[in-house]
């Protein structure tokens, strides 16, 4: 368990910057994960941790020492990747062992340790299974059991939960995040679902085009995006954008002057002083609500589809012609022509090229 | 008016040992999409493939806007598919292979004809920016939306969509939802959409059918579902966190759920006949379970097992005894692993199914729970 440091770290691929000064402290025992769309630089950041990928320039250190130089074999990371890689021959047992056995730990030691880890990660009933024929699931357990027995400094996760059904993945999910809590082992996850990333991490770290877009808790992310990217990447479904257009009286919906929308002066004088005239509302689905009659800051909208999922009835509006989702409670009552309220504590502003504007 | 645009009745296929299809019924109205909803294995695929004609059924038959069409072969079927590896031809550019269907010898339309519903196709899925691009100059969300745009062009009567969204990543494959959903609206096909993920599966579908292990379990909307489960996979395959599966025992007139120390009373339980000293599983939906961070009269005590952020909301997991429950609670809950919560299980609300074949068991003389 170690503390983590990446500093102006930079891969270069050719002319690509891969990862382009990233600059990064993991705290001892945090749950780091690293997310973004594809090509964002994200597992070539892990792939440096591991020492898989060497670095162009920048450094890495683990608990104030530099490893940058270092083989993979000399630093100590555990790495689980998305495709299980148990040995089909051993049993579950052989394969936690295997690297204690490689380090040469005492076979009495090897005993000690296997039973703790079959108890920490409830495997005690598959241990005398062969890899072939377990549920993946539990082979996954077995490939993270087998990662973490040797007390690495950190653990690195290469989207392990990509390549299972919906079914386990959110059932590995859950534990994933039980086992790093109880083990307390600074770990670093990649993925590119933003769910994933909401349901693990103590800090998310957003990546966009090798840089760092926003680190933080998942609720400051998902609360309090750092620009309109963020924004859009985090959240299920995803936020609204509403475009606005600025007049000298203040904001309206693009092409309907009669749609008029309040923001706080931060927003309004942030706009004029760059000179803007079109800027863009950013709310989250759940956050809209439906107004019962008329008054300051209610929107009439058209009621384009509305379907139950799960729990939750997802609507679709038209707001002068731009399309507005909303999650309502299943109670609620629909009719072709609406109300919508959006609350202003919930209202996000971003200039057209996804700066927030005002406050944040 | 609204008629059976696909009926299928006792489909079953075996390959080799493994008994694939065990008897699949379905019945699809024009216009409806229906989500078909089961695990990798579940026999997802290979209902498509017969409905295609890809694989032949050992029994059943299959029919098609009233025609049986069981030994029809595919390509006079007038189904448009879309599988998970969406299969474009390499060599030709993304107009070419849209409109590949258009040109093959059954269905051959004139050019003028082609280019229009190419257009069509291509301005709503948006990729009528790509139509002279070669398919490998394109990223894997273009090309799935190629491979539905050219199942579109044809307008068959039947669409069969086979995980086509499960290969992209998140955010392509809720804007590719919404899509999908958007041209369903406007031009009102009659689709079949088979997927593992429940809640891509519930964005979509009307009608959810639940499949294991080659068998259908439940057919119905999702209303439907929540309120008349019919199997305890159902419950494990339907929800966002899903159903909490409890095991209990009864006795002296008692069902104890383990490692939860309020038992209750058999009377309470909308079952009859269960065996004094057998055992069943107690289904609940985590909106039902009662879960409180202070104590109070009817709650238990429990430990939380993990948390989980899911953005406007949170999920818990509670374990107790060899039983788990899942539950979303509001944001402002503060809560962390190892924490003391409290847990109200009530038995008005309990689904009871039978502990080994899973089936629900009911009020009345002849569905009693013994094994």
């Known amino acids: ?360 | 008016m609204s008629q059976i645009m696909l009926a299928v009745q006792g489909l079953k296929k075996r390959f080799g040992s493994k008994l694939a299809l065990d008897g699949i019924d379905v019945a699809v109205m024009e216009g409806e999409v229906l989500g078909l909803l089961g695990p990798t294995g579940a026999g997802k695929t290979t209902t498509l493939r017969c409905i295609s004609g890809l694989h032949k059924p050992d029994a059943g038959k299959i029919w098609l806007a009233g025609e049986e069409v069981t030994r029809d072969s595919p390509m006079v079927r007038d189904i448009a598919v879309v599988f998970e590896g969406f299969n474009l031809l390499p060599t030709l550019s993304v107009y070419d292979n849209i409109a590949f269907p258009l040109r093959s010898p059954h269905y051959r339309e004139d050019e003028t004809e082609v280019q229009l519903r190419v257009m069509r196709a291509a301005a709503d899925l948006r990729i009528d920016h790509l139509l002279n691009r070669r398919t490998d100059q394109i990223s894997g969300g273009e090309g799935q939306r190629v491979a539905v745009a050219r199942a579109l062009v044809r307008r068959p009567k039947l669409f069969l969509l086979d995980e086509p969204l499960s290969a992209l990543d998140l955010k392509l494959r809720e804007a590719l939802q919404s899509e999908l959903r958007d041209m369903h609206r406007r031009r009102g096909q009659t689709l079949v959409y088979a997927s593992h993920d429940f809640l891509s599966t519930a964005a979509i579908a009307s009608r959810i059918a639940v499949i294991d292990m080659g068998r259908l379990l439940q057919i119905g909307t999702l209303a439907e579902i929540y309120a008349d489960p019919l199997h305890r996979r159902v419950g494990e395959l339907v929800g966002s966190p899903s159903m909490a599966l409890l095991e209990a025992k009864v006795r002296d007139q008692t069902v104890t759920i383990d490692g939860y120390p309020i038992p209750w009373r058999l009377s309470t339980l909308r079952v009859a006949g269960l065996v004094n000293g057998g055992s069943v599983t107690i289904g609940l939906w985590p909106e039902d379970i009662g879960f409180s961070t202070q104590s109070a009269p009817d709650f238990a005590s429990a430990t939380l097992w993990a948390t989980d952020f899911r953005g406007k909301d949170q999920a818990v997991e509670v374990r107790f005894g060899m039983n788990r429950v899942r539950k979303v609670v509001p944001t402002d809950f503060r809560l962390a692993q190892g924490d003391p919560c409290f847990l109200h299980l009530d038995p008005a609300k309990a689904f009871v199914f039978a502990s080994s074949s899973g089936s629900r068991l009911r009020p009345g003389p002849d569905r009693c729970g013994r094994e």
């Not at chain 1, 500093?7 to 600059?23: C, K, N, Y």
């Not at chain 1, 490893?67 to 021959?89: C, D, E, I, W």
């Not at chain 1, 993946?136 to 040797?150: D, F, H």
């Not at chain 1, 909401?198 to 992310?221: F, Y």
């Open chain 1, 1 to 360: 368990m170690a503390k983590v440091e990446l500093d102006r770290l930079t891969v270069q691929f050719g002319d690509v910057a891969a990862v382009d000064g990233i600059s990064l402290v993991l705290n001892q025992g945090e749950f780091i994960v690293l997310l973004g769309p594809s090509g964002c630089g994200k597992t070539t950041a892990l792939r440096s941790i591991a020492g898989l990928q060497h670095a162009s320039s920048g450094e890495i250190r683990f608990d104030g020492k530099p490893v940058t130089g270092l083989s993979p074999a000399k630093r100590n990371v555990a790495m689980v990747f998305q495709f299980v890689s148990l040995y089909p021959h051993l049993t579950v047992r052989q394969n936690v062992a295997f690297p204690l056995r490689a380090k040469g730990v005492s076979s009495h030691e090897i005993g000690k340790k296997i039973e703790w880890i079959a108890k920490v990660f409830a495997i005690g009933d598959i241990l005398d299974r062969y890899p072939v024929g377990l549920p993946p699931g539990s082979r996954q357990k077995a490939a993270l059991a087998r990662a973490v027995v040797r007390d690495p400094d950190v653990l690195l996760l290469d989207e392990p939960l990509s390549a299972v059904d919906e079914q386990y993945r959110e059932e590995m999910r859950w534990e994933l995040r039980h086992l790093q809590k109880e083990l307390g082992i600074t770990t670093v996850h990649v993925t590119h679902d933003q769910r994933e990333a909401m349901s693990l991490a103590d800090r998310v770290v957003l990546m966009r085009a090798g840089r760092i877009v926003q680190v933080g808790p998942p609720a400051a992310l998902f609360n309090d995006p750092a620009d309109r990217f963020a924004a859009f990447f985090i959240g299920s479904p995803g936020m609204n954008f509403i475009d606005l257009t600025l007049a000298t009286d203040g904001l309206h919906v693009a092409a309907d002057q009669t749609l008029r929308v309040s923001a706080p002066n931060s927003v309004l004088e942030c706009a004029r002083a760059a000179g803007l005239n079109q800027i863009v509302l950013g709310i989250r689905p759940h956050m809209v609500e439906l107004a019962s009659e008329e008054g300051r800051g209610v929107l009439s909208a058209k009621l384009l589809d509305a379907a139950l999922v799960g729990r939750d009835l997802q609507a679709q509006f038209a707001l002068a012609g731009q399309a507005i989702n909303v999650v309502l409670p299943p109670e609620a009552e629909l009719r072709d022509e609406r109300r919508l309220r959006l609350p202003p504590a919930h209202c996000l502003f971003f200039a057209p090229d996804g700066t927030r504007l005002g406050e944040r």
